[in-house]
């Protein structure tokens, strides 16, 4: 059913706006409602397409490894179709001998290995990386620059026939199908509420416009550091339950520990730093799918890997409405998961 559907999506974050374009090149109409001049947890973040490290650097996330692959093997059709630029020189992990065997293990038992990265080599490709410290490659993970990548998706959802409205979307109806992309945003959740079910996970990220680290995500222990624009990104705190964006220093405390412990050089660099809000379900991964409202979807809950996720999201979403297979990870975004007895 439902090619040419009527969608109001509430939402421009990645979600929002790559979901919104899978919808159009489906052939719905759709409108994008988002009151936000900027998506606050797309634009800070820091644009990992990490699928390997996520897998073994966040605890409880092994178990995804596949999906986290299946969505960013969907990535080149979105770049492609979008002009987002992906960075594919790669991710090291980076650390003291001790720390790199857990990483080495946590790979293994994926079945995968690194590539082991000699320290003049390293050096090349880290400049600036503490002495002792050895690295491990992975090509598997990628990345992509968040504002920019906004920017594309909006102009080519614009291109698709897409419209925007500076609007907050209040409570379902008006449209065949609501799509809420709302982030960790609460506010619908009087109308909805699984979403009152999500739980906000507080991110700051430091950005080092003087500092270069080379062409690869590094993955430390306690941070990362990514190339971000002309400069460098750091991050991130996972500070659950908190749901504001203003900086605070005593928690960004640890974070710094380890990044100067990873890139000495960052010392004296002059930063800024941001914070921006995430969603999480019990489970760590989104709800994805019809909810219990007749032509309400939800795409909400990515957590740290929403821009990662963001293609798999929209595939899920467009087959919802236009009736296609949704694929094999649908069932395990389903938002009705937590529900269900077993
Ligand atoms: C510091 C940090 C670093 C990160 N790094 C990475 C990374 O490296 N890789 C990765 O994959 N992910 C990363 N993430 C996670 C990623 O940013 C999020 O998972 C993703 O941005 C979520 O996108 P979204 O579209 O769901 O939400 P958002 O980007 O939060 O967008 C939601 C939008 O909905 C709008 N909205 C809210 N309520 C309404 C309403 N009622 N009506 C209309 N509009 C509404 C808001 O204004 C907002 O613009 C990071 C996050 C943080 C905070």
């Given at each position: 059913m439902s090619r040419g559907a009527e969608v109001i999506v509430a939402g421009a974050g990645a979600l929002g706006l790559s979901l919104a374009l899978a919808l159009a090149d489906a052939g719905c109409r759709v409108t994008v409602c988002d009151?936000?001049?900027?998506p606050q947890a797309s634009a800070v973040a820091a644009g990992m397409l990490a699928p390997v490290f996520e897998a073994v650097?966040?605890?409880?996330?092994?178990?995804?490894l596949d999906l986290w692959l299946a969505a960013r093997n969907l990535w080149p059709a979105l770049a492609a179709r979008t002009g987002i630029e992906i960075d594919r020189s790669g991710a090291a992990a980076v650390g003291s001998p001790a720390w790199l065997a857990t990483v080495r293990s946590g790979l293994t038992l994926l079945g995968l290995r690194g590539a082991e990265l000699p320290r003049n080599l390293l050096d090349d490709l880290a400049?600036?990386?503490?002495?002792g410290f050895q690295g491990l490659l992975v090509r598997e993970d990628w990345r992509l620059q968040p504002r920019p990548a906004l920017a594309a998706l909006r102009r080519a959802a614009t291109a698709a026939g897409v419209g925007f409205r500076a609007e907050r979307v209040k409570?379902?109806?008006?449209?065949?199908f609501l799509v809420v992309a709302?982030?960790?945003?609460?506010?619908l959740a009087g109308a909805?509420?699984?979403?009152?079910a999500l739980t906000p996970i507080k991110g700051q990220i430091l950005r080092f416009a003087d500092l270069r680290c080379g062409p690869l995500s590094l993955r430390g222990e306690g941070a990362y550091a990514v190339p971000a624009g002309e400069g460098l990104a750091v991050g991130a705190t996972m500070e659950p339950g908190l749901a504001d964006t203003t900086v605070d220093p005593s928690a960004l405390a640890p974070l710094w520990k380890a990044a100067e412990r990873m890139l000495?050089?960052?010392?004296n660099a002059a930063f800024v730093a941001s914070a921006g809000v995430r969603a999480t379900t019990a489970d760590g991964l989104p709800r994805v799918g019809f909810s219990a409202t007749p032509g309400v979807i939800l795409a909400v809950?990515?957590?740290?890997?929403g821009w990662l996720l963001a293609p798999l999201v929209a595939r899920i979403v467009t087959a919802c409405i236009t009736g296609?297979?949704?694929?094999?990870y649908a069932q395990r975004l389903d938002p009705a998961r937590f529900e269900r007895t077993p």
């Amino acid at each position: 059913m439902s090619r040419g559907a009527e969608v109001i999506v509430a939402g421009a974050g990645a979600l929002g706006l790559s979901l919104a374009l899978a919808l159009a090149d489906a052939g719905c109409r759709v409108t994008v409602c988002d009151p936000a001049d900027e998506p606050q947890a797309s634009a800070v973040a820091a644009g990992m397409l990490a699928p390997v490290f996520e897998a073994v650097l966040d605890p409880g996330s092994a178990g995804d490894l596949d999906l986290w692959l299946a969505a960013r093997n969907l990535w080149p059709a979105l770049a492609a179709r979008t002009g987002i630029e992906i960075d594919r020189s790669g991710a090291a992990a980076v650390g003291s001998p001790a720390w790199l065997a857990t990483v080495r293990s946590g790979l293994t038992l994926l079945g995968l290995r690194g590539a082991e990265l000699p320290r003049n080599l390293l050096d090349d490709l880290a400049p600036g990386l503490a002495p002792g410290f050895q690295g491990l490659l992975v090509r598997e993970d990628w990345r992509l620059q968040p504002r920019p990548a906004l920017a594309a998706l909006r102009r080519a959802a614009t291109a698709a026939g897409v419209g925007f409205r500076a609007e907050r979307v209040k409570a379902p109806g008006g449209s065949d199908f609501l799509v809420v992309a709302t982030g960790a945003d609460p506010g619908l959740a009087g109308a909805l509420p699984l979403l009152g079910a999500l739980t906000p996970i507080k991110g700051q990220i430091l950005r080092f416009a003087d500092l270069r680290c080379g062409p690869l995500s590094l993955r430390g222990e306690g941070a990362y550091a990514v190339p971000a624009g002309e400069g460098l990104a750091v991050g991130a705190t996972m500070e659950p339950g908190l749901a504001d964006t203003t900086v605070d220093p005593s928690a960004l405390a640890p974070l710094w520990k380890a990044a100067e412990r990873m890139l000495p050089g960052i010392a004296n660099a002059a930063f800024v730093a941001s914070a921006g809000v995430r969603a999480t379900t019990a489970d760590g991964l989104p709800r994805v799918g019809f909810s219990a409202t007749p032509g309400v979807i939800l795409a909400v809950g990515a957590r740290r890997n929403g821009w990662l996720l963001a293609p798999l999201v929209a595939r899920i979403v467009t087959a919802c409405i236009t009736g296609r297979d949704p694929g094999s990870y649908a069932q395990r975004l389903d938002p009705a998961r937590f529900e269900r007895t077993p």
